[in-house]
């Protein structure tokens, strides 16, 4: 099989629908994957289920895809010609680059996917039924126990409805795989009580459409690949996920742009093409999306009042955000330098050399004070993340290498982090173990519980045990609104977390604490370790201190500068 | 009885931490160090009491600690030997004091083959149990080389766990060890120690006293049965009464004392400090 002539003609799509993928097709096709998938990493993030700052699917996926195909880029051997070879190579990318649930499970495809590819030489309909197979399942091996409602829901629907209805073509069977995900990621809603409560649809299973959207897209030779056409249209959040700070702009923040700049175009009858055109000439990394009456724009330039007053000759402009990336890379880099410095401290000092011999420990973590307060209770390495900013597979492998022990914990202190701290274990070449801590506050505890002279088992069991007796309380402001068991969230108004479940509502920090300690027995509980967030109010600190020592006599309170993002409070009560 | 051996005298040194009702007439005496405080200096266990020493720590003195000299080990032997007597000498582990270091050393200048000399590997009531078995052992006629042997296994049956308001004064007195392992966290911690072949090791740091004292009661059920036990202090006598009854309630039957530590380990525990010591059964 030769592969498609991608200079033929734009309407002659009939020509393509014989043709196969070899590898550089298939890079090709990857792409524009990427590329498509950009248009809606802030939509795909907006799809979260609690209103808190959490790792943002729609981010997760992107990273990991790019980290695949960057794989490519850097292969030594240059662009392979084969599409098994092209599988092998992304294939270690994302293993190695996966970022969050989503990435892992995004991963798992990919290896699924390039288990089907063994020995083919370009991707054909049948090659593509035996990678969905083998994805689907190896995507429920991954999870421990597998939900329904879930990426892993859609891609077995896709798996299945292309085993069933195979197409002649590629292009036939990736339409049939579009379609089985279209209908899957609409019903995960019924599937997933939290989703239909929230009103949203799954993000990772909506990050699987856009996936096969852009292939079936690229198939198609409808691909423009300076922007994307979703065949969907963005979910009800359109307008009002312009409002989220979505964290789209930092992986892309490195170009020489200074303003990223997100608005939607109105009119009767709106030339998205010439309007791409227009933009595409005066901006980067320029996505244009949507249909005749609203276009979402998304574009990068240093001179953002150029973009708006061209964009002007089109239609009616509206939700303008221009976010200064420049400054938003420079904090993310600063943020994470300082907690990068703050690994090449040693833990502790240590009197005699033989206790650099003993079990290594690593934890995710973002602020330098929470940082500083894992390292003094043994932390070895903080690697740099939390709840926005999830860390890679490979990441945390290099964390656990640089520490050159034979046994390692991990700690990920994130549930959206657990997954890729296990898939770090399982290549790093010492005995690794994760203890799956969901919070800082979980991992105080476990940390605390840590033997120095128990063997690695013990330590681990000790440590799962302590994790599970601290609760996790916090204190953070909705990202949006929402009901949650009928309690009403205000976008910007305080919220109380307890154990990861928003409980409390409030128009002030003080009053939300206050319901949240109610909340949470504290009866039965001797210390309350309290972080002070980046976020809160300077004078937060003294007031709560006074109204808790006064309303909760028995518990001892400790409270120290966390310097965590988003969270104004994460409190430990042990 | 045999008596084709001389009569056998018990010495150990202050930091045995005995307790006088133990000794009664058993063949059995203590050679005191001596402890420093704000430019006075006083025999560990004669002219301080631990309540007023607790008061110095309190008020932010920073004690030094000294072992006996060798000429008061040898004054102390020459007599012991005058009364006829052999001697088993008792003493805190080499690894955190120089006492043992002086005690051999006078031994050497009396050049007798008379004093046996026992690295207890431990300190305090752990060491004071010993020298009572030992000193039983005397009153029931063994030798001193019996004796001598008797204590080198008996002090593989030595238990001691603890918990510290501080690792401070571990760290200033410089018998820290591995512990050091748990310094510097930016957050409040209650380390738990203990005595292993003759050192401070580290054992488990918890967040809060009461778990502290949870723990350390856990760590008697799984250490236990105890055939002599004491539970031990510093100006923490409610802590303590606390920690007596958790064991009890582990051990109902057990035969337990309560007792403070001197001034020596004290100057290391620092106040606060409760944990307990003793003898399990032999392995």
């Not at chain 1, 077995?156 to 590629?170: I, Y």
């Not at chain 1, 009767?268 to 980067?284: V, W, Y």
């Not at chain 2, 009396?110 to 004093?115: F, H, M, N, S, V």
Request: aromatic residues 4%; contains cysteine; glycine residues 8%.
């Amino acid at each position: 099989m030769v592969s498609r002539n991608t200079s033929s003609d734009q309407n002659s799509t009939s020509n393509s629908l014989e043709f196969n993928w070899d590898g550089q097709e298939t890079t090709r096709a990857l792409r524009a994957v990427v590329h498509g998938f950009e248009a809606n990493v802030s939509s795909i993030n907006a799809l979260n289920v609690f209103p808190v700052p959490d790792g943002d699917t729609g981010t997760n996926m992107h990273l990991t895809l790019k980290a695949a195909i960057s794989e490519l880029d850097n292969h030594p051997d240059g662009q392979p010609e084969r599409y098994d070879e092209v599988m092998k190579v992304i294939t270690r990318g994302a293993l190695m680059g996966a970022r969050g649930n989503s990435g892992v499970i995004l991963y798992q495809i990919i290896s699924g996917l390039n288990t089907g590819a063994s020995g083919a030489e370009v991707l054909d309909s049948e090659t593509m039924v035996r990678g969905l197979n083998s994805a689907a399942e190896l995507a429920y091996k991954a999870v421990t126990n597998p939900v329904e409602g879930t990426m892993l829901t859609v891609i077995r629907e896709v798996a299945s409805a292309c085993e069933k209805h195979p197409g002649e073509t590629l292009l036939e069977t990736l339409a049939t795989a579009r379609k089985a995900a279209e209908v899957a990621v609409a019903a995960t809603p019924d599937q997933l009580p939290v989703l239909r409560q929230a009103g949203v649809v799954d993000a990772g299973g909506q990050g699987l459409l856009a996936i096969f959207t852009a292939l079936e897209q690229f198939a198609s030779d409808d691909l423009d690949t300076t922007g994307m056409t979703l065949v969907s249209d963005p979910p009800a959040s359109f307008a009002t996920d312009m409002h989220f700070l979505d964290q789209a702009e930092m992986i892309h923040g490195m170009d020489e742009f200074g303003y990223c700049i997100n608005f939607a175009v109105a009119g009767d009858d709106l030339e998205s093409s010439g309007l791409r055109a227009a933009l595409d000439a005066l901006g980067q990394s320029t996505v244009v999306v949507g249909d005749a009456t609203m276009c979402k724009v998304h574009t990068h330039s240093n001179r953002p009042g150029l973009i708006l007053e061209a964009a002007l000759m089109f239609g009616d402009i509206h939700n303008v955000r221009i976010d200064n990336m420049r400054s938003q890379t420079e904090q993310l880099l600063s943020e994470r330098h300082a907690v990068a410095d703050g690994r090449k401290e040693p833990a502790a000092p240590t009197g005699d050399p033989e206790s650099a011999l003993g079990i290594g420990i690593v934890a995710v973590a973002a602020g330098d004070g929470v940082s500083e307060a894992l390292t003094g209770l043994g932390a070895d390495v903080i690697v740099a993340g939390g709840a926005t900013m999830n860390p890679s597979t490979g990441e945390i492998r290099d964390a656990i290498a640089s520490l050159n022990r034979e046994q390692v914990i991990v700690l990920p202190n994130d549930s959206n982090i657990i997954a890729s701290a296990r898939q770090a274990a399982e290549l790093s070449d010492v005995d690794v173990r994760v203890v799956p801590t969901r919070s800082i506050q979980q991992c105080i505890g476990a940390l605390t519980a840590f033997n120095f002279d128990a063997a690695l088992d013990d330590n681990v069991a000790a440590m799962e045990a302590a994790a599970g007796d601290v609760r996790a309380l916090a204190v953070t402001r909705a990202q949006r609104d929402a009901v949650i068991d009928g309690l009403e969230f205000r976008t910007g108004e305080f919220m109380g977390v307890l154990d990861g479940k928003p409980c409390v509502s409030g128009s002030d920090a003080v009053s939300t604490v206050r319901h949240l300690f109610q909340n949470a027995s504290v009866q039965n509980h001797e210390l309350a370790t309290i972080f002070i967030g980046d976020s809160a109010d300077e004078t937060l600190e003294e007031t709560i201190v006074e109204l808790l020592e006064q309303e909760f006599p028995d518990l001892e309170f400790e409270v120290t500068t966390g310097n965590q993002p988003h969270y104004d409070l994460l409190i430990a009560l042990e | 009885m045999t008596a084709n051996h001389r009569p056998v005298h018990i010495v150990v040194d202050s930091t045995a931490d005995l307790i006088p009702e133990w000794i009664g007439d058993l063949p059995i005496s203590a050679v005191p160090l001596t402890v420093d405080v704000d430019g006075q200096s006083f025999l560990d266990g004669i002219d301080l009491s631990t309540d007023e020493f607790v008061g110095y720590l309190r008020g932010g003195s920073i004690p030094k600690t000294s072992q006996p000299s060798i000429g008061a080990f040898q004054e102390h032997y020459q007599k012991i030997l005058d009364t006829g007597h052999d001697i088993v000498s008792i003493h805190i582990s080499p690894k955190l004091s120089g006492t043992l270091n002086s005690a051999t050393q006078a031994r050497a200048t009396l050049d007798t083959e008379a004093i046996h000399i026992v690295d207890s590997a431990t300190i305090t009531m752990a060491i004071g149990f010993m020298a009572i078995e030992a000193a039983e052992m005397a009153q029931a006629g063994k030798s001193a080389a019996e004796i001598a042997a008797y204590v080198e296994q008996r002090r593989h049956d030595t238990r001691l766990f603890a918990t510290l308001e501080t690792l401070e004064y571990l760290r200033r007195g410089g018998r820290i060890g591995r512990a050091a392992a748990m310094l510097g966290s930016a957050l409040q911690l209650k380390p738990i120690i203990r005595i292993q072949d003759g050192v401070v090791e580290p054992v488990q740091r918890v967040r809060t006293y009461k778990k502290a004292l949870q723990r350390l009661s856990a760590i008697y059920a799984e250490t236990q049965p105890f055939e002599k036990l004491a539970v031990l202090h510093l100006g923490a006598p409610d802590e303590a009464a606390l920690l007596a009854e958790r064991i009890q309630e582990v051990q109902p039957d057990v035969n337990l004392i309560t007792g403070q530590i001197g001034t020596v380990i004290g100057a290391y525990g620092g106040p606060g400090l409760v944990g307990f010591t003793g003898l399990v059964r032999s392995s």
